[in-house]
């Protein structure tokens, strides 16, 4: 399947929203029902819309236009780093109070695992046209 920038951004929104959600709720409970959790899913997906733009520009200059799962990998470990630096050296707004460095990054890794995990599984067994349209579910 080779993901169309409207398809990418449909399956990040749907990923995130409902698999980001249930893995981050433990992670709200632990911290006495603090939703930090669910703030830094909603700046991911953000940061994620705009990586996606680029994402897509990159594709178009592979053979089959479409990412292999190591690139994801690749991608992955990128948007955390990312979003790591920016989370530990800027003031973000909306998050109030500081989350340890390490259970931010046990809490993306459980997250960017479980939605690579259901993208690469569920996704097409739910969505079976998902994958012949260009990563569009609706």
């Given at each position: 399947?080779?993901?169309?920038?409207?398809?990418?951004?449909?399956?990040?929104?749907?990923?995130f929203?409902?698999?980001?959600?249930i893995?981050?709720?433990?992670?709200?409970?632990?911290?006495?029902?603090?939703?930090?959790?669910?703030?830094?899913?909603?700046?991911?997906?953000?940061?994620?819309?705009?990586?996606?733009?680029?994402y897509?520009?990159?594709?178009?200059?592979?053979w089959?236009?479409?990412?292999?799962?190591?690139?994801?990998?690749?991608?992955?470990?990128?948007?955390?780093?990312?979003?790591?630096?920016?989370?530990?050296?800027?003031?973000?707004?909306?998050?109030?109070?500081?989350?340890?460095?390490?259970?931010?990054?046990?809490?993306?890794?459980?997250?960017?695992?479980?939605i690579?995990?259901?993208?690469?599984?569920?996704?097409?067994?739910?969505?079976?046209r998902?994958?012949?349209?260009?990563?569009?579910?609706?």
């Amino acid at each position: 399947m080779t993901p169309t920038l409207f398809g990418r951004w449909q399956t990040r929104i749907l990923l995130f929203a409902i698999v980001g959600s249930i893995v981050s709720l433990p992670f709200f409970f632990l911290m006495g029902n603090n939703p930090i959790f669910f703030i830094f899913l909603a700046y991911l997906a953000g940061i994620g819309l705009i990586w996606d733009v680029l994402y897509n520009y990159l594709q178009r200059y592979r053979w089959d236009h479409d990412w292999p799962a190591a690139m994801q990998l690749l991608a992955g470990i990128w948007e955390g780093v990312f979003f790591g630096v920016l989370f530990t050296f800027f003031l973000l707004p909306g998050i109030p109070t500081a989350v340890p460095l390490w259970l931010y990054l046990v809490h993306y890794s459980l997250v960017w695992c479980a939605i690579f995990i259901v993208s690469q599984s569920l996704m097409r067994l739910i969505f079976p046209r998902w994958r012949f349209n260009g990563g569009q579910w609706l």
